[in-house]
């Protein structure tokens, strides 16, 4: 039994919708979804703790004349250059633009850093970047992997939780010696 065509555009045609549903079948869902508002201002809060905490600690390397603050600001300047790429590779696949620069409540307290020294300064970095920031870091990872409508999202703040919990404890102890 043979089958004939009429036209042969109508295969064509045919086989162009099934090679279009393969494509698409194939296709990851990151790259189909698109994150909800929320979820964007999640990823964005969440790129904004990590640029202020590496500006931060950018600031604490240099001013800094206790060693154990300087090793603990240049491991949060590590830490978070690694977490932003992440946030950036999620926020790159999802269509999102993140922001650059600390937002105007971290500029002010980085103001508020270069005008210190000495002890004082050593004392206000441990307790606002240190342990009042990765406390805020925290809650937002949580509430971030608690809400978040997206998977890849909700992924990226659990992963990023058990080493803003360590940074926290690691500042709560510099906190405790620095009386």
């Not at 194939?26 to 964007?40: E, G, M, R, V, Y």
Request: proline fraction near 2%.
């Amino acid at each position: 039994m043979s089958v004939s065509f009429r036209s042969t555009s109508a295969v064509r045609s045919a086989c162009g919708l099934v090679l279009a549903a393969t494509a698409l079948a194939c296709t990851p869902t990151w790259a189909q979804t698109k994150l909800a508002s929320a979820d964007q201002s999640m990823l964005k809060d969440i790129a904004q703790a990590n640029i202020a905490e590496i500006e931060s600690g950018k600031v604490a390397v240099e001013k800094s004349q206790n060693e154990d603050v300087k090793k603990f600001a240049q491991m949060m300047v590590d830490d978070h250059s690694k977490a932003l790429m992440d946030v950036q590779k999620l926020a790159e696949s999802k269509s999102v633009t993140l922001p650059t620069d600390p937002d105007v409540k971290h500029k002010a307290t980085m103001l508020e850093f270069k005008a210190l020294s000495g002890k004082t300064f050593d004392s206000r970095y441990v307790k606002q970047a240190g342990v009042g920031d990765h406390e805020a870091t925290d809650k937002l990872l949580k509430k971030t992997q608690a809400n978040a409508k997206d998977a890849d999202l909700k992924a990226l703040a659990g992963k990023m939780i058990p080493v803003v919990e360590g940074h926290l404890q690691h500042a709560r102890d510099l906190a405790k010696m620095k009386g």
